[in-house]
């Protein structure tokens, strides 16, 4: 996957698709994941956003929890004493503000996978990225205005550093934030403190250590040698996971029935060419694409491109172009134009694949 930034392309961003789902987000060295497996009984969407806010609170006191589970940052002033929240309080802070010109930005994201005995939630935390103007182009994509998806929309926030004056990751920094986490882990479920021996050291090295009911410490790369972990990395790593398993989506250039957003103008494209497409588990299943507005031409034209793009899948399309057949097209110059607005709508464009 590549991205552009101040001219150059950047290589070597991996694309991983997890099981809690959710919005994309992206992930460098300043940002720490977290994840936490409990009883569905005793889950709740707070319950661990508010444990890590109150870590977060040692290095600022502006983090809270807002209404979407989010942990964010409030930018007002401090506010009057007589408008404190109390001290226990993760979802409001001495700098809550419901004025517009002070919004607050979004320092951690969740995702969950809950099933009948146990509940996973995923979390993320950007302490000191110094990607944050570039992480936008990553996550924008420019079919979002012509894609309609099932399944839950991703809300946009601005994001932002918990570390606010700090833009290098330091492996120091986050080891205490690590810590400090971990701290409000025990705290929160009652449990001795011993049971973080292992790391009251640097060193990362593979160690288990047993406490009564817990056990803790680093794992490395030979916890793949247990065969469920390594058949579930094995699946992790697999582009029928990535891009099969997606949900199911119509990508079209103009209102439909199904779909009556306006859309914006498509540049370069005759106005009297119709483009959609049905795409689910990343294989195309049906396609409507016209280039003329002669009734005769558009049934001829969607029959053709029918036939060339149904049942292919997505990720294997190198370019539309080929896909289109363009240059065995009798009209090569739109159905080009047509490829080319395909290719951008699923990153295909500059000969990069996304």
């Known amino acids: 996957m590549h991205g552009y930034q101040t001219g150059q392309y950047l290589s070597n961003v991996h694309l991983v698709r997890r099981r809690s789902g959710g919005g994309t987000v992206f992930h460098d060295d300043g940002n720490v994941n977290y994840s936490v497996i409990c009883p569905t009984a005793d889950f709740t969407r707070d319950k661990h956003a508010e444990m890590v806010v109150r ?18 940052l409030d930018h007002s002033v401090l506010q009057d004493e007589r408008y404190w929240p109390e001290a226990d309080d993760m979802h409001k802070t001495r700098y809550s503000h ?3 010109r ?22 993320t935390c950007l302490l000191s990225s110094p990607n944050l103007g570039s992480i936008s182009q990553y996550l924008h994509s420019p079919a979002r205005p012509y894609m309609k998806a099932r399944g839950v929309e991703s809300v946009r926030s601005l994001v932002g550093n918990v570390y606010e004056k700090s833009a290098t990751p330091s492996s120091d920094s986050i080891q205490v934030f ?65 891009y099969e398993q997606t949900p199911q989506f119509t990508i079209s250039s103009h209102p439909s029935e199904e779909d009556d957003r306006e859309r914006p103008p ?18 195309i299943t049906s396609s409507r694409i016209s280039l003329s507005a002669d009734q005769d031409v558009v ?22 172009a080929k896909a289109l057949d363009v240059t065995k097209s009798g009209k090569r110059n739109e159905t080009s134009k047509v490829a080319a607005w395909l290719d951008s709508m699923f990153g295909k464009s500059n000969g990069h694949s996304r």
Request: charged share 25%; glycine share 6%; proline share 3%.
């Open 178 to 242: 690590q810590r400090q986490v971990m701290d409000e882990f025990t705290e929160l479920y009652a449990i001795s403190k011993k049971v973080l021996a292992p790391f009251s050291t640097s060193a990362l090295q593979p160690k288990l250590h047993a406490d009564g009911e817990w056990t803790s410490g680093y794992v490395g790369e030979s916890v793949t040698d247990i065969a469920e972990i390594r058949a579930g990395t094995e699946e992790l790593k697999s582009l029928e996971w990535t």
């Open 98 to 100: 419901l004025d517009d």
């Open 266 to 283: 498509l540049l370069g494209i005759p106005t009297s060419a119709r483009i959609s497409l049905n795409v689910k588990s990343g294989i």
């Open 102 to 123: 002070f919004p607050s930005v979004k320092v951690s994201g969740s995702a969950y996978k809950l099933t009948r005995q146990r509940s996973l939630h995923h979390g």
């Open 299 to 320: 049934l001829a034209d969607i029959e053709t491109f029918h036939k060339l793009l149904t049942g292919t899948k997505i990720h294997e399309i190198s370019s539309f």
């Open 55 to 72: 870590a977060i609170r040692k290095n600022n006191p502006r983090a809270r929890v807002n209404e979407r589970h989010d942990i964010v």
